[in-house]
């Protein structure tokens, strides 16, 4: 962990849930508040369907409802796009930006991220900024370049720590099971954290650096207990209750 930061262990639900997945919000918003204290911040970012009622259920809870996409416009003739206003507006305290699958499977650039984490801000949320290099450039011994090249051009001038949110999640690792070393990990992180602390100064050293990719309830603590780790960005294991509490459980322990 960095000193001086409080952990953030959130969840991606993805292209997941209908009605019937609040019964698993409801879950988690009793496990988190059956806690007499809770040494980290949690959060479940849910498609644009469910954030009104996701942050219905969670309102008084523990847990923050969040979105997982946000057009940079506020309005405008962007059909099928949600605004980060609207998401606001729904009760969104926070959106993802820039992951892996939206750069892939939507062609979105650094110069678009940094647009939509720049929308994130003027609409009120914390921006959650993801960033990670593929296998083939791991093997190729780039993994650095291509991520601080995601860094330079996918945050904003002007970042605060108290509004955004570093997220790396090596693609090869989503959904897939494998996960870096411990040693990778941290050499990532540490490298992360070294252009925003010198381009932002105080606020760079204290913006979380989440590490997401098959991160579960059997490895989280492992995970957590890695420096520079800030917490995590859970994809798959942040769809049943009982899989995310145990990982957030594994902050601390």
């Known amino acids: 962990m960095t000193p001086g930061v409080t952990p953030l262990v959130a969840g991606n639900w993805k292209m997941n849930g209908t009605a019937a997945s609040l019964d698993e919000i409801r879950d988690v918003c009793a496990g988190l508040d059956a806690e007499s204290t809770l040494p980290h911040e949690t959060l479940l970012c849910v498609p644009s369907t469910l954030i009104e009622r996701a942050a219905g259920v969670a309102a008084e809870s523990a847990l923050a409802i969040g979105a997982e996409d946000c057009h940079e416009k506020e309005s405008g003739a962007h059909t099928g796009d949600v605004s980060a206003e609207m998401i606001a507006d729904a009760g969104a305290k926070s959106v993802i930006v820039g992951h892996s699958e939206r750069r892939t499977d939507h062609g979105e650039t650094d110069a678009i991220v940094q647009a939509k984490a720049a929308a994130a801000w003027r609409a009120g949320l914390t921006a959650i900024i993801c960033v990670g290099e593929t296998r083939e450039e791991r093997e190729a011994g780039k993994a650095q370049d291509v991520v601080g090249t995601q860094i330079s051009g996918s945050v904003p001038d002007g970042m605060k ?51 997401g990719g098959s991160v579960k309830p059997g490895n989280a603590a492992e995970i957590f207990a890695i420096p520079h780790v800030d917490g995590g960005l859970i994809g798959g294991a942040s769809l049943k209750a009982a899989d995310f509490l145990a990982i957030c459980e594994g902050i601390g322990s």
Not at 164 to 174: K, L
Not at 183 to 201: K, L, N, Q, V
């Open 161 to 211: 720590a108290d509004t955004t949110v570093i997220a790396y999640e090596p693609v090869w690792a989503i959904g897939t099971g494998l996960v870096p070393s411990s040693d990778d990990i941290a050499a990532m992180h540490a490298f992360i954290r070294e252009p925003m602390a010198s381009r932002f100064g105080e606020e760079g050293s204290l913006v979380r650096i989440l590490y």
